[in-house]
């Protein structure tokens, strides 16, 4: 309904004290503001994220409310810290049993692309090889405020989302999967080093 | 309602003609308060405060949800690793045991503290009695030893 009311007439509403809304509107409201992540730090990241649910910063005040410690009620998955290959398997199966629709934040430089541990043969590099990621937070680590700012990034991307039509969201087309395979430990890395659905890096051409 | 004022009312109603006279007292009953109604009303509520949500809850899944399970989704969830075995594990009431002997000799412990500290002064009779304390707990030990109480898991017990 949105989309058929003029964005002036509608604001000329808001002003005489009618509000005009759709459901769609309603429905991400709802969703955005209560977004409850799952609770788990992997590494120092970690840290600056428990700063970020606690007093000082609070990230309930947007919306964050509670972090869940079971992956059932948790539609949000914060990747703080560095990913261990022995790890990785672990988050791919909890990201896989979260309930849909569910976003991924990948915190701090390890969770981007390894970081600084990115030579280390024990680190994946990168969570975005095996899930797909919402919002990206560059910084080692990244501060509270970082950490709310791509907390309201994602707010953003909630609240955009269609749920009907062609444009719809992900999570509703039951043509998309709703799991992703986990790796398994192989002879000398992880297998496979990549879901190449979601992960195809650049080709580095060399002449 | 103050029961006078309800007998007030009944012999006001009893002039009624007859047939009037019994809709009436149905529709006394139900008015007056009885002390154990709110009981009922407590309980009607009790129960319907938790299905409302679970039954809204089922509702919502039922039409609006993203029809999008698997198997690993709706698999057990033990923090991220695959699960082994069952879920409906037995844990031994050995383990029960245990604690209750550990937590005996821990409060002897605290008890022989002292009794070393102040050793060298105690008359004969202080050391005698804290003999016969260790002796008693000494004896619950070989018993509950004897008892295969300390056997974790042994076949004696598991057997049983
Ligand atoms: S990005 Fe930096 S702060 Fe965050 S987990 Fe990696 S090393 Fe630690």
């Known amino acids: ?207 | 309602m103050p029961n006078s004022l309800i007998k007030a009312e009944c012999t006001g109603r009893s002039k009624l003609p007859r047939l009037t006279n019994l809709v009436d007292d149905v529709i006394l009953i139900a008015m007056t308060p009885n002390p154990y109604f709110f009981i009922v009303i407590f309980c009607g509520v009790a129960v319907v405060f938790p299905l409302m949500p679970l039954a809204l809850a089922w509702l919502w899944r039922r039409f609006f949800q993203p029809p999008r399970p698997g198997a690993g989704k709706n698999a057990t969830y033990e923090c991220g690793v695959e699960s082994v075995g069952e879920a409906h594990v037995q844990f031994q009431s050995q383990y029960y045991l245990y604690c209750v002997i550990f937590l005996i000799f821990d409060v002897e412990a605290i008890f022989l503290v002292p009794f070393a500290v102040a050793f060298t002064g105690l008359p004969v009779g202080a050391f005698i009695s804290i003999l016969v304390f260790l002796l008693l707990l000494i004896e619950g030990l070989v018993w509950a030893w004897s008892k295969g109480c300390l056997d974790w898991g042994s076949k004696r017990l598991s057997a049983r």
């Not at chain 1, 977004?35 to 992997?42: A, E, R, V, Y």
């Not at chain 1, 501060?143 to 039509?165: C, N, V, W």
């Open chain 1, 1 to 207: 309904m949105s989309d058929q009311i003029d964005g002036g007439l509608r604001s000329e509403l808001q002003r005489q004290g009618i509000w005009v809304t759709s459901m769609e509107e309603l429905y991400n409201w709802g969703r955005k503001n209560s977004i409850w992540p799952l609770q788990f730090g992997l590494a120092c990241c970690a840290i600056e994220m428990i700063a970020t649910a606690a007093s000082r910063y609070d990230i309930a005040r947007f919306g964050g409310e509670v972090f869940r410690p079971s992956p059932r009620q948790a539609d949000l998955m914060i990747v703080a810290g560095t990913v261990t290959k022995k790890m990785a398997p672990q988050i791919v199966r909890l990201y896989n049993q979260m309930p849909d629709p569910k976003y991924v934040i990948s915190m701090g430089a390890c969770a981007i692309s390894g970081g600084p541990f990115k030579q280390g043969y024990n680190v994946l590099k990168g969570i975005d090889r095996y899930i797909p990621v919402d919002v990206y937070i560059p910084g080692c680590p990244p501060r509270p405020e970082a950490l709310l700012h791509a907390f309201m990034e994602l707010q953003r991307k909630i609240d955009s989302q269609k749920l009907t039509g062609n444009a719809k969201a992900e999570h509703l087309d039951p043509m998309q999967p709703s799991e992703f395979p986990v790796p398994a430990f192989g002879a000398h890395d992880l297998e496979p080093a990549a879901n190449p659905r979601l992960f195809q890096p650049p080709k580095i051409e060399r002449s």
